[in-house]
């Protein structure tokens, strides 16, 4: 049965859909079989990874609103093990267009529950907000994945988005957990990206991943091309460090999440 996990942070820019490609496409290279749902109207984690956001014709936005089945939406072997339900911009209609739906913070669950048992991991890649489409997502989810850029302003926002999980543990989904916090974008010639690590380890007592994402030429060039730095560049360190956060995540399920 599939792990879901949500890859949020009310912030942008803080590499959280490149690490929803690569961490993604890492898990899928390991021999995992991956679904990768894109519930952000900005749609770059259906460009990253190849799609027209123009062309598709089924996207989460139908799955939403309930007008097609989950399955019609996904578009098979993107890569090797790797599935993908892509987004456009018609998705930022989707809080209005719910607006009286009952329920309608359990949609997306419901609907990623007809398809879970066909992967072993389900990555949810949330907008930069807490909006409904992050509840849904929170709510359809086992845990939370949160990058966390190496910068002045990293804790900012952090609480509020871990009383937003705690919240939504507590009304909408009693098994979700915080997967962990990922530093991203860790330039190591500067004392800041230092500072910052150590600053979050102090304040956050929660799971930290020991793999940090470095400031990559190479990770900000392969979305451009519609490929995973897997594919687009094998070698480098951004492909390396999601090879180990993917290694990470594995284990930690093989140790009963921990």
Do not use: W
Not at 93 to 121: H, S
Not at 200 to 215: E, F, G, S
Request: hydrophobic letters at 40%; aromatic letters at 4%; a negative charge.
């Amino acid at each position: 049965m599939g792990r879901i996990i949500a890859i949020a942070n009310q912030k942008g820019g803080v590499g959280k859909t490149t690490t929803a490609i690569n961490l993604s496409a890492c898990l899928a290279e390991a021999g995992q079989h991956v679904l990768v749902i894109d519930i952000d109207p900005q749609g770059n984690t259906t460009s990253g990874l190849g799609i027209s956001k123009d062309e598709v014709e089924n996207t989460v936005y139908q799955v939403m609103l309930q007008e097609i089945d989950i399955t019609e939406a996904i578009c098979e072997n993107v890569f090797d093990n790797l599935d993908v339900i892509p987004s456009n911009v018609n998705l930022a209609g989707a809080e209005i267009d719910l607006i009286d739906v009952d329920e309608r913070e359990y949609i997306l669950k419901n609907a990623i529950n007809e398809v879970k048992e066909n992967y072993d991991y389900i990555i949810l890649d949330c907008p930069p907000s807490l909006s409904m489409l992050t509840v849904n997502a929170m709510t359809a989810s086992n845990t939370v994945l949160v990058p966390i850029q190496c910068e002045y302003y990293a804790l900012e926002g952090l609480t509020q988005l871990i009383h937003t999980i705690n919240l939504v543990k507590r009304k909408l989904n009693p098994e979700l957990e915080l997967e962990g916090v990922v530093f991203t974008m860790y330039d190591s010639r500067t004392n800041l990206s230092l500072q910052v690590v150590e600053n979050v380890k102090d304040n956050l007592k929660q799971n930290i991943y020991k793999t940090i994402i470095p400031r990559n030429i190479r990770l900000a060039e392969a979305p451009s091309h519609g490929l995973p730095i897997t594919i687009y560049d094998s070698k480098s360190s951004g492909a390396e460090s999601y090879r180990l956060l993917a290694e990470e995540v594995m284990s930690r399920e093989e140790n009963g999440g921990k």
